[in-house]
């Protein structure tokens, strides 16, 4: 079992920049490639961001590419989405996600944090 707590969301202007952050638990943290996906409201869940358990690879959607950037830091069993530019449309809910491989969509992912909530104000 793995449990995911993200945290750094809040109020923010257009333009303005967050970091997210998700500290894990549980089973090994390196043996996890890890991920962000978003919701917003009354639509699905987003894949923004995924990177392998090394470190070395990171994947990113491209409705956020050169904005977003995920990161971790297996010695602190973190990892982060640092997002640059927001707009009102960023505005939602953004969620962790662990699982064994990759994953870009919901159906894979094994763990999930409760989300932590992002608003952008015009």
């Known amino acids: 079992q793995v449990q995911l707590v993200e945290s750094g969301g809040g109020l923010v202007q257009a333009g303005g920049s967050l970091r997210l952050s998700c500290a894990a638990s549980?089973?090994?943290?390196?043996?996890?490639?890890m991920a962000w996906f978003r919701q917003a409201p009354g639509k699905e869940h987003e894949f923004l961001a995924a990177?392998?358990?090394?470190?070395?690879?990171?994947y990113v959607a491209d409705s956020v590419k050169g904005r977003f950037t995920i990161s971790r830091d297996n010695a602190k069993n973190t990892v982060y989405l640092q997002m640059n530019s927001l707009s009102p449309e960023d505005t939602a809910v953004y969620y962790c996600?662990?699982?064994?491989?990759?994953?870009?969509?919901?159906?894979?992912?094994?763990?999930w944090g409760k989300g932590t909530l992002v608003t952008v104000s015009s």
């Open positions: 996600a662990a699982s064994p491989n990759v994953v870009t969509g919901t159906d894979d992912v094994y763990y």
């Open positions: 549980g089973r090994t943290f390196s043996n996890y490639a």
């Open positions: 990177i392998r358990w090394s470190g070395g690879s990171t």
